[in-house]
């Protein structure tokens, strides 16, 4: 799983008929240093994250795992919000 | 989920018979900048993308589940069309 | 799918049973300037491709989909002979 | 599966009730210098690992069969303790 | 599929059940130039591979087709020997 910040909303109209309802946010992994990758993906929400929050996505096929329906065409899911993780080795 | 824009086409004469009758798209993925990354991939499209749309791609197996078949030879499919998406933190 | 171009054989002689009498060739993925990227991986040849052909190729579990036996160790096929394909907005 | 070096807990309340009770660790690749690389990913721990211990970490959804219950949302699973390896031909 | 060499062993002495009398090497990706790429990664060896040996790597989860049991916790499988591959177009 990654350790991600929550960017903010990815709004679409039109999508697949099986992706209504769900809510989808940008996110980007954090790096050992704490900042964020260059990159930017999308992941389902069904926790009800804030934006700026770090939280644990799953990604690839395990993810749909963390919806309550599996055959979604879904390939991100957040799991989890972060209190705390340890970066390096103390 | 990776947000994407739409390059254009793939035309395929010679293929696998399951793909018969998919419109294969090419597409980038978006960097937090708002600029497309170098690689360029092939998605296939279900909505009726234009070219130049960003829309929302499913990678992996979870893919096959944006499709009416899911015994497809498929690792990519378009689920949505973006109508806006936050990139950075504000 | 990446658009790949084909390289050439890949031979071996003592491999998994499940892989005798597939065709097997390397490629490389092409990037959006048209060259092709620094790596090479290995991919079923089910269609009967040309060196220097540009192909289509289906990744990760779903590539199984476009070999007749599902339950073979590839992760790598295949799917059609690409024609033409659009690299950037025009 | 990877080669990884364990950096600490990633601790999160607020999560999917599938994750109730395992331990998620944060986890970096090593390279073949024997130095982690820069991403930070998280695993579950089913071994009970110390930090700074060198381990051995399946991902993708496979990783589930590391695990005594399959349907988890979870794609990284630490599944060994690694005594030693080699890193480069002698 | 990968083309990779192997590095050497992987001993693990504690680790799960199910990868109990399977050998574990370090491999690392061949590049175009025929050089090791940095990373380094564990498969599977069922074959009998000899350090130094160019082999070919199944990964994710269609690997486990390369083993006699399907529900190990093992993303990467070593699925044949390679004699000779080209490298890039003549």
């Known amino acids: 799983m990654y350790i991600c910040v929550v960017q903010g909303k990815c709004v679409s109209t039109i999508k697949n008929k099986k992706l ?3 809510s989808l946010v940008t996110v980007q992994k954090l790096k050992k240093s704490g900042k964020a990758a260059d ?3 999308v992941a389902v929400d069904v926790i009800g ?3 700026g ?3 644990l996505v799953t990604t690839g096929q395990n993810a749909k795992h963390g919806l309550e329906t ?3 065409p879904v390939d991100a899911v ?3 919000i972060v ?3 340890d970066k390096e080795l103390k």
Chains 1, 2, 3, 4, 5 share one sequence.
Do not use: A, K, R, W
């Open 78 to 80: 957040i799991v989890g």
């Open 53 to 55: 929050e770090v939280v």
């Open 83 to 85: 209190d705390h993780h």
């Open 70 to 72: 599996q055959d979604l």
């Open 49 to 51: 994250c804030s934006i």
């Open 20 to 22: 209504s309802g769900l």
């Open 39 to 41: 990159d930017i993906f």
